[in-house]
C-alpha cells in the first residue's frame, strides 16, 4: 500500500464517518436521536426522514424481522429518494398485491451483516475501488467510492450516496442513502 493510498483512505474514511460518529455518538437521523440500544425498526419509527420506508417496512411483513436478533446493515433510502421514484411507483408498491415485489425490494437494501464503514471502506479499497456486496433478497449491490462520497449502486446501475454512515443499533447499524436500490427485472 502506498502512501497516497493510505492518505486517500483515511481521508475517505474521515468524510465517510462524519465527526459525530469518530466522537463514538450516533448521528441524528430525520431530525431524531438514534440510539444503539435500540432495534433498527424501533430507531427509524423516530426519523421523520424515513416514514416512507417505515411504511413500507410494515405493509412487506418485516417489521420483526428487522426487530430481530440480525446483525443486520440496512442502507436505509430517505423519503426523497423514494419521492425521485416515478410518479405513482410507491402507492403501487404499498398495494397488498404487490407485497412480494415490496419486500425483494426492501430486502436487497439489507445485509445479514454488522458492516461499519471503516470495514465497507477496506473492503471497497481491498477490492481495487468496487466491492460486491451480497444482500438477503439475492441482490449484489456495488460498493465504491467516487469524488470521495462512498456510493452503492445496484443492479441496475443506479447510483445511491450514503449520507449518513454508521449509526449503530442494537441489531446492526444503519447506513442512510440517496436513492432507492432496485433488483435487477
Known amino acids: 500500500m502506498t502512501m497516497k493510498t493510505t492518505l486517500t483512505g483515511a481521508f475517505v474514511l474521515t468524510a465517510f464517518l462524519g465527526s459525530a460518529a469518530m466522537a463514538g455518538e450516533n448521528p441524528m437521523v430525520g431530525g431524531a436521536a ?49 419521492a425521485a421514484l416515478p410518479e405513482g411507483t410507491v402507492e403501487t408498491l404499498l398495494k397488498p398485491e404487490n407485497k412480494e415485489t415490496l419486500t425483494k425490494i426492501l430486502t436487497c437494501h ?10 465497507l471502506v477496506k473492503m471497497i479499497a481491498d477490492d481495487g475501488g468496487a466491492h460486491p456486496i ?17 456510493m452503492i449502486e445496484d443492479e441496475n446501475g443506479t447510483m445511491a450516496t450514503v449520507t449518513i454512515a454508521d449509526v449503530k ?13 432496485t433488483p435487477k427485472m
Open 134 to 150: 451480497p444482500t438477503l433478497g439475492g441482490c449484489t449491490l456495488t460498493g465504491m467510492v467516487k469524488d470521495g462520497k462512498v
Open 110 to 119: 439489507v445485509v445479514g451483516a454488522d458492516v461499519m464503514s471503516d470495514a
Open 34 to 82: 438514534m440510539y444503539d440500544s435500540k432495534n433498527i425498526v424501533e430507531n427509524a419509527v423516530n426519523s421523520a426522514d424515513h416514514t416512507t420506508l417505515v411504511a413500507a417496512v410494515q405493509a412487506a411483513g418485516l417489521v420483526e424481522t428487522l426487530s430481530g436478533p440480525g446483525p443486520f446493515t440496512v442502507f436505509a433510502p430517505t423519503n426523497a429518494a423514494f
Open 169 to 181: 443499533q442494537s441489531n446492526g447499524v444503519i447506513h442512510v442513502i440517496d436513492a432507492v436500490l
